[in-house]
């Protein structure tokens, strides 16, 4: 387990779970997408999110990424974003 802290006393594991989270939002969010224009499999995609989420970790640690409310906002509204897109055609 990571339990070291960035340099703005962020926990290393909670960061990695939250950009692990939010690229795969992001993923699920594209996936529809990308599949209809270019016929991409989502293996592809599920492929991507490891080397994404440690790009996003990275570039959080890099900014000095923190957890207030913003970030949490950025989270859920991903989630529902998912939720209403793949929602949408079952109704």
Same mark, same amino acid.
């Given at each position: 387990?990571?339990? %070291?802290?960035?340099?703005?006393? #962020?926990?290393?594991?909670?960061?990695?779970?939250? @950009?692990?989270?939010? !690229?795969? *939002? /992001?993923?699920?969010? &594209? *996936?529809?997408? +990308?599949?209809? $224009?270019? =016929?991409? $499999?989502?293996? +592809?995609?599920?492929?991507? &999110?490891?080397? &994404? %989420?440690? +790009? *996003?970790?990275? +570039? =959080?640690?890099?900014? =000095? @990424?923190?957890? =207030?409310?913003?970030? *949490?906002?950025?989270?859920? $509204?991903? /989630?529902? $974003? #998912? /939720?209403?897109? @793949?929602?949408?055609?079952? !109704?």
């Amino acid at each position: 387990m990571l339990a %070291t802290l960035s340099p703005r006393g #962020v926990r290393l594991d909670k960061l990695m779970l939250y @950009h692990f989270l939010l !690229i795969t *939002s /992001w993923l699920l969010i &594209l *996936s529809p997408f +990308i599949y209809f $224009a270019f =016929g991409a $499999a989502p293996l +592809i995609l599920t492929s991507l &999110l490891i080397p &994404l %989420t440690c +790009i *996003s970790t990275l +570039i =959080g640690l890099k900014l =000095g @990424h923190g957890f =207030g409310k913003t970030a *949490s906002t950025l989270l859920f $509204a991903s /989630w529902m $974003a #998912v /939720w209403a897109l @793949h929602l949408y055609p079952a !109704i």
